[in-house]
């Protein structure tokens, strides 16, 4: 995946980041895309408008260690 620029679905009204473009069935939040109207990529629609467990999602995998952030502070 490029992170920098990843493909992105349009689920209802909001954009969820994919792995792998169509043929992904779930959101990199973990949420399943059943209603796919659109592919697109991040840059081009703008962090905004995407999913903000998404993009979470995207920045821990790009740490490579979940557990340095939030969860030191448990
Ligand atoms: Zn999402």
Known sequence: MDKNNP???LCGKVW????SGRESEMGACGRALRERRAHSRL????RENVCPVCLKAI?????GDPATDELSNR
Not at 16 to 19: K, L, S, Y
């Open 7 to 9: 493909v992105v679905m």
């Open 16 to 19: 969820h980041i994919v792995e």
């Open 43 to 46: 840059l081009t629609i703008g």
């Open 59 to 63: 920045a821990r995998d790009e740490a």
